[in-house]
C-alpha cells in the first residue's frame, strides 16, 4: 500500500540554520510527491511539489529532491527565518488510487530569534 | 480565482443543532473533498466527490452528510454532533489528475458543546 514517513517533531532552530525534514515513502505505483505548509490558524498550503523520480520541486527558498532510489523526498532550507515556523506535512498522491493523498504524520518547527 | 473558499471561519453548535459547512472554487477542478483535522495531526479523509457523484465516504458517521450542488459548490451538513466532532474541518479541490495537488481551503474551526 501507499503510506508516507516523517520524522518526529517538533523541531526548534535558531535562525538562519539549515533545516532538513526527513520524507520516505512507499508507494505501488509511481507517484507524485509533496510538501505542504501549515500555518498557525491556517489551512494547508501547496509548497512545493515533484511529479517524477530526480524532478526538484523549490518555493521561498525550500528544496526537495524526489529520490527513488532510497524512495525519499526531503525537505531543506539553507536558511530559516521566523516566518517559517509552521507545521509541515509531506505527502503523496498515485494515479493508482484514485484521486486520494497519503499524509505524512506532520513535523512542526519553530524557528527563535 | 485559485482559491478555495470556505464559511463560515469559525462554528459553535450544541449536540441538537443542525449547520452546514460551505466550500466554494472557481478553478475548474472536477474532484472535491472533505477532511477533518484534529489538532496536532494531519487531515484525515472523509468524503470525495469526483464530477459532483461520491466516490468514497472513509465510513464517516451519518451525523455527517455531504452534498455537491454543482462542480464549484460542497456542502457539508452537519446533525446531532458530538464533543469529539470539533475539529477544524478542510475542503480541497482538485484537477482529474492529483499529480497537480490539491488545493485547501482555510478550514472551518468547528467546536462542538
Known amino acids: 500500500g501507499n503510506s508516507v514517513t516523517q520524522m518526529e517533531g517538533p523541531v526548534t532552530l535558531s535562525e538562519e540554520a539549515f533545516l532538513t525534514i526527513n520524507c520516505t515513502y512507499t508507494?505501488?505505483?509511481?507517484?507524485?510527491l509533496f510538501w505542504y505548509v501549515q500555518y498557525p490558524g491556517e489551512g494547508l498550503q501547496l509548497l512545493l511539489k515533484?511529479?517524477?523520480?530526480?524532478d526538484k520541486g523549490s518555493n521561498k527558498g525550500f528544496e526537495a529532491t524526489y529520490r527513488k532510489e532510497t524512495t525519499s523526498f526531503h525537505l531543506e532550507k539553507g536558511s530559516v527565518q521566523v516566518s517559517d515556523s509552521a507545521v509541515y506535512f509531506c505527502a503523496l498522491s498515485d494515479q493508482n488510487t484514485g484521486n486520494q493523498f497519503y499524509f505524512g504524520t506532520g513535523t512542526s518547527l519553530t524557528v527563535i530569534p | 480565482d485559485t482559491e478555495v473558499t470556505q464559511t463560515p471561519k469559525h462554528l459553535v453548535m450544541g449536540m441538537t443543532n443542525k449547520k452546514s459547512l460551505k466550500c466554494e472554487q472557481h478553478m475548474g477542478h472536477r474532484a472535491m473533498y472533505w477532511y477533518k483535522q484534529k489538532a496536532k495531526k494531519p487531515p484525515e479523509l472523509m468524503f470525495v466527490?469526483?464530477?459532483?457523484?461520491?466516490?468514497i465516504n472513509e465510513s464517516v458517521p451519518s451525523r455527517f452528510s455531504p452534498e455537491c450542488p454543482n462542480s464549484s459548490l460542497l456542502n457539508l451538513h452537519l446533525h446531532a454532533l458530538q464533543p469529539e466532532d470539533s475539529a477544524l474541518y478542510l475542503c480541497?479541490?482538485?484537477?482529474?489528475?492529483?499529480?497537480?495537488?490539491?488545493?485547501f481551503g482555510s478550514g472551518t474551526r468547528l467546536t462542538v458543546v
Open positions: 515533484a511529479t517524477k523520480a530526480d
Open positions: 508507494a505501488t505505483g509511481y507517484p507524485s
Open positions: 466527490y469526483s464530477y459532483e457523484k461520491l466516490s
Open positions: 480541497a479541490s482538485s484537477q482529474d489528475y492529483v499529480s497537480h495537488g490539491y488545493t
